[in-house]
């Protein structure tokens, strides 16, 4: 297969329509090309290099034995359909990219669960709800992200209400902000998962936020090529 890796992406029937052109125009920016999904639509991972489970939309406690809270916006069959994504593309080998709930899902799909309320879990973290970046957290030294990103404090943007709480299998944490809440993970063998809380796709002007889309499209490169996915983002991320 030649040509630029296929991207499957998937988004939220509410808004999708607006951020998967956002998506799409980053991930062709670092070489890919994007592939809308969803529910109702068809999802056959054959057809694809990498994946992106997008944001929108809480997940249900009942995929990890959690308590419903009232302000819950729920779409089961988004639920189930990037569940079985995430797992099926694990087991395959498929490089992962998540985005807010994508990082959520990634985490809840490898085994961990979620803060329903994040902030009346961490009361010490900066309440942000904005595409624009003005939330400030640090990415942990040694991890992958902070080779692809660098380790300077990084201002996002932040428009969540969950977030990570116990971790899945072989995902470590790659950032928090300065409550303590969990604000990337990354999972530490291949294939590559990188789970952020916020939205690169509304900061394509940054380079920091591109360069996740790049370390994606790289993965998806290394499976194609049938070599080892962590050390081609490795080589991508170097100076």
């Known amino acids: 297969m030649s040509g630029r890796p296929q991207i499957a992406v998937t988004v939220s029937a509410r808004s999708g329509w607006r951020i998967f052109p956002l998506v799409a125009l980053n991930l062709w920016l670092a070489g890919g090309r994007a592939r809308r999904w969803g529910a109702g639509r068809s999802a056959d991972l054959e057809e694809v290099d990498g994946l992106i489970i997008g944001g929108g939309d809480d997940i249900s406690p009942d995929l990890y034995d959690g308590q419903i809270v009232t302000s819950a916006r729920l779409d089961p069959a988004r639920d189930a359909l990037e569940r079985a994504l995430v797992e099926a593309a694990i087991a395959r080998g498929i490089p992962v990219l998540g985005i807010c709930r994508g990082a959520q899902m990634i985490n809840v799909a490898l085994g961990g669960n979620l803060h329903q309320d994040a902030y009346g879990t961490y009361t010490a973290s900066d309440r942000r709800w904005t595409i624009l970046p003005k939330k400030r957290i ?51 063998r291949d294939p590559f998962a ?18 996740l889309f790049a370390a994606l499209v790289a993965a998806a490169r290394a499976r194609r090529a049938d070599v080892a996915q962590l050390s081609a983002v490795d080589v991508m991320a170097r100076p």
């Open 194 to 211: 990188l789970g952020v809380q916020w939205h690169p796709e509304h900061l394509p002007y940054a380079r920091r936020q591109r360069a």
């Open 138 to 188: 640090a990415v942990e030294p040694g991890t992958r992200l902070a080779e692809i990103a660098g380790t300077a404090p990084m201002k996002v943007n932040a428009l969540h209400s969950q977030a990570v709480d116990r971790l899945g299998a072989d995902l470590v944490v790659a950032a928090r902000d300065r409550g303590g809440m969990i604000q990337a993970v990354e999972r530490i």
